[in-house]
């Protein structure tokens, strides 16, 4: 069993469990993905992935939801969105040229070098209520 706290009842006890069972079961499902990953640093269980259209000022949904992760690799951070809507899971580097930010519901990703933005909703609500919001200017 999981190291207890003092104080801590049964049911709590059980639910902190579950979380860290949880948590080790989706390290390895991404270490299997890619190996370079060394640690889930938040995640949300369902996101839905939007890219937006600087020539028609709009939003478009794309092809990719699912649970998204914000992982620590070996040299570097990253965005994983293990899709549930087709083949190919996204990822996206957290570096120098990348801004993250929470907007309302929304984590909204900034790419400066190529003018990408992408948008996960539902997804900072769940990394707020985390209490480890991390905005990142990497």
Known sequence: MAKGKRNESPLDAQRRATEEQRTAMNLAVLQRMD???????????????????????????????GSMFVVRKRRAFSCIILNRSGLENFVQDIGTHTMVQIEGPYLMCTNSTNNQVRLAGSAASAVRDNR???????
């Open 35 to 65: 190996p370079e990953v060394l640690e889930v640093l938040e995640m949300s269980r369902h996101v839905v992935l939007y890219a937006f259209d600087v020539g028609g000022q709009s939003w478009s949904k794309l092809d990719v939801e």
């Open 132 to 138: 480890r919001t991390r905005h990142a200017d990497m």
